[in-house]
């Protein structure tokens, strides 16, 4: 992710230009309000994709996961869906500026009432990048669109990893990019659907003696397949920070260079 340029004004709304993958892709997103930052592109190269295979992004907002995935591997076809519609312009918009409309198809639509475009059980994959509070914990952010990204409303954790193991194929997988202290949550919603599942943390701090970082993890990737059988694994994850502050040398791969993470 790059600094971004100026401000401009995009169907009414401020919008600046960021760069990502080291200015392989370029989006537009709101100049306020919830930015994109680190999390969907970790997310999107979590994804085992393949060319030719569907991949579901749900609650893409403006489309960086799915930009940074359809990146990534060639070939591959992205569909995204947000309740939000001046998010979903932008997602379009991007996915054009960027060269890959013909790759990305985002469509508004709610978990509770899909579009009836978006066919059960069709997907190779599924990530989702969910509402990290939940209603009862912390303070509402005032701008509605923050809001609406970080803090769950009528439609709960729950909701989303229900609607994610609905529209993947069976012994396909589901991705996630949540908050390490809502793990449990995570896992009771899975138990039993998922199986083959792997925990990724993405560890702040620089690395001990021991290969994990001095600092707790703050966000963890969780990836699994519908109907196996397989354990769970946890992963000794990454290491996002050196001891100056600067990205190492495996997240700089990721986010500047779209490398893929190997779970």
């Not at 803090?151 to 954790?157: G, H, M, R």
Request: aromatic fraction near 4%; charge should be neutral.
């Amino acid at each position: 992710m790059s600094e971004p340029e100026a401000i401009r004004n995009v169907a009414g709304e401020a919008t600046s230009q960021d760069d990502f993958l080291g200015g392989r892709i370029s989006l537009l997103q709101p100049a306020k309000g919830y930015r994109a930052a680190i999390d969907p592109v970790f997310l999107a190269a979590a994804v085992e994709a393949a060319p030719g295979q569907r991949v579901l992004d749900v609650g893409t907002g403006v489309g960086t996961a799915a930009l940074c995935l359809a990146a990534r591997i060639a070939g591959l076809h992205v569909v995204g869906v947000d309740r939000q519609r001046d998010l979903v312009g932008l997602a379009r918009r991007n996915a054009e500026i960027n060269g890959l409309g013909d790759r990305i198809d985002v469509m508004v639509g709610d978990l509770k009432q899909p579009p009836v475009r978006l066919a059960a059980g069709t997907f190779d994959h599924v990530l989702a990048n969910p509402p990290f509070l939940d209603s009862g914990r912390g303070n509402r952010p005032p701008d509605p669109d923050k809001a609406a990204a970080t803090v769950e409303d009528e439609t709960t954790l729950e909701d989303w990893l229900r609607f994610c193991l609905l529209m993947v194929r069976p012994k396909c997988s589901v991705t996630l990019i949540h908050r390490a202290d809502r793990l449990d949550q995570v896992l009771a919603a899975l138990g039993g659907r998922l199986g083959d599942i792997v925990i990724f943390p993405l560890w702040p701090g620089p690395a001990t003696a021991a290969g994990l970082g001095e600092k707790p993890a703050k966000r963890v990737i969780i990836r699994g397949r519908k109907g196996v059988a397989a354990p769970l694994r946890l992963a000794p994850g990454l290491v996002l920070h050196a001891e100056d502050g600067a990205f190492t040398p495996g997240a700089e791969a990721v986010l500047r260079h779209g490398a893929g993470l190997i779970l």
